[in-house]
């Protein structure tokens, strides 16, 4: 049987292992299950997964109007050294296209043309197909609000990669988790103190899980207000205070800004936004334009002829079913300078200099939206799991003294 010095001292270690366990079951239910479980009649879904798509869209809306724009990151690349870049499979892909259409369309024509005449005809298509690329690309940048929806294409894949969704606000916080949890330890034990002073007066069972509920719901209140304010640096007698992650927001920028770039906003999702995007239709129409505009002047004075042969309606649908095909192979194509778009985005640098025109207020929004949403919960949370353990105490004491 333990002496009841050891009870006392005890207790201010149970607090502190309260302190700190009700944090890390917060952080933990902040992110996960990614996706919703259910316990028979209970059920949970982390809050940032389960508020993904209000997550993102507050998340983004701060991207998008104070840190990049559509025209931040068009205006970078440069049509003619794109369309250098992808000389050769474009000409790989033009001379596929041709072939194919020539011969759904018009395949005894085709195949009875001598060898020469249609390999001139696909070299004259080839050697225009960079001179297409150039211009839809001028095109795009000239009209880039009307075919880039930056916004829907952050949050839309935020919302399908809810993993990663969490990795953004995981990575800006991750100090301030840890902050969290071991605050715990400090205040918990603390709290403990004044319980073992209060339980050596009155010994009432009530007393421990009234201490437990409150250490759960304080110590997780204290933490996240410490976090976050205050907003600007201030003075209490002989110590500063500034909310922790505002504290160290040139650390936080640097690693948010590359998350960003080689995770979100990457020359794969911006190339699958035009060609895929809601807005692709458009982006289809300048690629239409360009595309049967080349076959035009390749057909030349030919082209009455062409069409006389083959029919003029039948004409038409060869040059678009030409422009479909090319639209179709275009996300393979321009997969071959993904590496040369990222180095010329430079999406993290242009991020990170604009950085440091937000505000205080604006830069908390990078994260405080995590901690918003259902916060109460957690401070809830953390309160009954904090009585639990309190209540614990007294079954064990109860024991101990039999």
Not at 155 to 160: C, E, G, H
Not at 281 to 308: E, K, N, T, W
Not at 350 to 374: G, H, N
Request: glycine share 6%; aromatic share 10%; charged share 25%.
């Amino acid at each position: 049987m333990l002496s009841d010095a050891w009870i006392y001292l005890a207790m201010p270690l149970c607090m502190a292992l309260i302190g700190y366990v009700t944090k890390l079951l917060a952080i933990k239910m902040m992110f996960a299950p990614i996706e919703r479980r259910s316990w028979g009649p209970f059920g949970w879904q982390g809050i940032v997964p389960r508020h993904a798509a209000r997550m993102a869209s507050i998340a983004v809306d701060l991207m998008t109007s104070r840190l990049l724009s559509p025209r931040d990151v068009i205006d970078r690349l440069d049509p003619e050294l794109i369309a250098r870049e992808l000389d050769e499979p474009l000409r790989e892909t033009v001379d596929e296209v041709v072939r194919d259409v020539m011969r759904e369309y018009q395949p005894g024509v085709w195949e009875a043309m001598p060898r020469g005449a249609r390999d001139l005809l696909i070299r004259r298509v080839k050697d225009d197909a960079p001179d297409v690329i150039a211009g839809v690309l001028r095109d795009i940048r000239g009209d880039i609000d009307q075919v880039l929806d930056l916004k829907s294409m952050v949050v839309t894949n935020l919302v399908r990669d809810k993993a990663l969704l969490n990795r953004m606000f995981q990575e800006a916080g991750a100090k301030e988790f840890t902050f969290i949890a071991r605050s715990g330890i400090y205040f918990g034990f603390l709290i403990g103190c004044v319980q073992a002073l209060a339980w050596y007066f009155t010994q009432n069972p009530l007393l421990l899980p009234l201490f437990g509920i409150f250490t759960g719901w304080f110590t997780d209140w204290l933490a996240l207000k410490m976090i976050f304010f205050p907003i600007r640096q201030r003075r209490f007698g002989p110590f500063t205070w500034q909310g922790l992650f505002l504290a160290r927001r040139r650390e936080v920028a640097d690693g948010y800004c590359q998350l960003i770039a080689t995770e979100l906003i990457t020359p794969h999702h911006l190339f699958e936004a035009l060609l895929k995007g809601p807005l692709s239709d458009r982006v289809f129409v300048m690629v239409q334009r360009h595309v049967q505009r080349a076959i035009d002047a390749q057909s030349g004075v030919a082209r009455p002829i062409v069409m006389l042969a083959v029919g003029s309606t039948t004409y038409q649908n060869m040059k678009g079913t030409v422009a479909d095909r090319v639209m179709e192979r275009l996300p393979d194509t321009l997969s071959q300078i993904e590496d040369y778009a990222a180095d010329t985005l430079d999406i993290a640098q242009t991020m990170r200099r604009k950085m440091d025109d937000l505000t205080d207020e604006e830069f908390l929004q990078l994260i405080r939206p995590a901690f918003q949403a259902d916060e109460w919960k957690l401070i809830a949370v953390g309160a009954a799991l904090g009585g639990i353990m309190g209540e614990a105490q007294v079954l064990l004491l109860e024991y101990l003294h039999m």
